[in-house]
């Protein structure tokens, strides 16, 4: 296995030099699926609830998180995001909605941690506008979906 990089020689927690790399266009798509009640779902599908329009909301949320990742994530580099995005994907058969979450950068690190910051803070802006209808929501499968750019190429998900 790989050593980690955000450890010294001596085992301290550092943030990786990134300097030496080279500039290049990265971009990561993310996502976290939410479930809900049935009526839950349906109050969210017809239009905004008590709070207001739900989905419009959580995505706001989401592209702000992606901007403030390296406030919430200690050894995240400051990146100047030139895109963010969040998308939902309702599926009324299972009373979910995944969110799919994109950052785009040039820069000389990645932006994986902007995405997946990006999705769970919007599944997480859903549940806050929802508890009070249901409190049994859970957001799971919070995950990578999909990388490019950097020195390490493309990967997707299997």
């Known amino acids: 296995m790989k050593?980690?990089?955000h450890l010294d020689e001596?085992?301290?927690?550092r943030m990786v030099d990134v300097t030496a790399k080279i500039p290049s266009d990265r971009i990561a798509?993310?996502?976290a699926i939410i479930h809900m009640q049935p009526e839950t779902f349906e109050l969210i599908q017809s239009g905004p609830v008590k709070k207001g329009n739900v989905?419009?909301?959580a995505?706001?949320?989401g592209v702000m998180a992606s901007k403030q990742t390296c406030a919430l994530i200690p050894m995240c580099h400051p990146l100047n995001l030139t895109h963010a995005k969040v998308d939902f994907f309702l599926e009324a058969c299972s009373h979910t909605i995944r969110i799919e979450a994109q950052a785009r950068v040039v820069a000389h690190t990645g932006v994986?941690?902007?995405a997946l910051t990006a999705a769970t803070v919007a599944a997480l802006t859903i549940y806050d506008m929802c508890k009070s209808y249901d409190r049994q929501m859970r957001?799971?499968?919070v995950c990578l979906l999909e990388k490019r750019g950097g020195?390490?190429?493309?990967?997707?998900?299997?």
């Not at 001596?10 to 927690?13: D, E, S, Y």
């Not at 020195?151 to 299997?158: A, L, P, R, T, V």
């Open 55 to 57: 989905l419009e909301t």
């Open 3 to 5: 050593d980690f990089s």
């Open 151 to 158: 020195k390490s190429g493309n990967w997707k998900k299997d």
């Open 139 to 141: 957001i799971t499968d």
């Open 112 to 114: 994986e941690m902007e």
């Open 29 to 31: 798509l993310a996502q």
């Open 10 to 13: 001596k085992g301290r927690v």
């Open 59 to 61: 995505r706001i949320a």
